[in-house]
Each structure stands twice: as C-alpha cells, then as structure tokens.
C-alpha cells in the first residue's frame, strides 16, 4: 500500500513498533543504515511481537544506495519533518507513496528533503511540543494516507 521509511532509526523499540504497524496495514518497511542497533536486536522483534517474520522489509546500507534504487519515484516522497510548515492533512497520498521519518535525534537529512521540499510535511502541534515519538508520528502520518485511499487499502 505505502513504503515507510526510517532513515537512521535510533531506538529499536520504535522501529520494532513500525514493523508491527507495516505488517497490520499492507505496507512495506525501509530501513536505511546506518541504525543504532542491530536489526535483529530482540528489542526490535519484542516491540513487533510475533509479526516481524511478517514483515516486508528492506534494510539498505545507506541512503544513496536507497535513493538509487527509487530515484524515479522522487516525486512521491513525502518527508515528515519539524521544519515544514505544511500540515501533513493538506498532503494528497497516493497508493505506493514514500513517508520518509527521520531519527529520534536527528531528523531526516535537509540534503534529501530539499530534492522534493514541497512534499516535507509536518505534524501540528501545541506551543510546549518540540517533536513526537518517531512511531506514533508514522502511525498519524499513516493513517491519514490510509483515510484518503481507504477504497484501495479496502479491496486488498
């Protein structure tokens, strides 16, 4: 339905949680390197629980190898970013759409957003918040693409 894709995730129990969501909503996983743990760390396998042999998922050793290998579909990457001011409800996602997550710390890199920066999208929030966990971030971001292509993820 979707690639989510985590670039230099950090904490293992976030990307574990994402797989699980990946696995229940037909969407497939990037994980591009380098990560802040092993992948097959148990934290990551205890968060998506027994879906993880479920899971379709990529693990690239960087991201120039990731964005060689899907540069024709630049113009579908979303990234969900602090630095934007477009809310990620006004984003209009199409069925095999790239959202782009950032590390934990880090963010995603300006370098990639800017090869696409109309498409860097944000999550709104209260003048006390400075960021969101990286999984419930995927999750709104998500479930949202879902909602406008709800007849396509329907028939599946």
């Not at 995730?9 to 949680?17: E, L, V, Y």
């Not at 970013?81 to 984003?91: M, N, V």
Request: charged share 25%.
């Amino acid at each position: 339905m979707f690639n989510i894709v985590l670039v230099h995730p950090q904490i293992p129990q976030n990307t574990g949680s994402i797989g699980r969501l990946c696995v229940n909503t037909d969407c497939k996983l990037h994980i591009v390197k380098p990560t802040c743990f092993e992948i097959n760390d148990k934290n990551v396998k205890r968060a998506g629980l027994d879906y993880w042999d479920l899971l379709d998922v990529t693990v690239w050793e960087n991201l120039d190898e990731f964005l060689a290998a899907n540069a024709d579909k630049i113009d579908r990457f979303f990234f969900a970013t602090t630095k934007s001011d477009k809310p990620y409800f006004d984003a209009k996602f199409q069925k095999d759409d790239f959202l782009f997550f950032g590390g934990e710390s880090t963010g995603l890199p300006m370098e990639l957003m800017k090869a696409k920066w109309e498409n860097a999208i944000t999550i709104p929030m209260g003048k006390n918040g400075r960021s969101l966990n990286q999984a419930v971030s995927v999750g709104i971001v998500l479930y949202d693409a879902l909602r406008q292509n709800y007849t396509d993820f329907q028939s599946k």
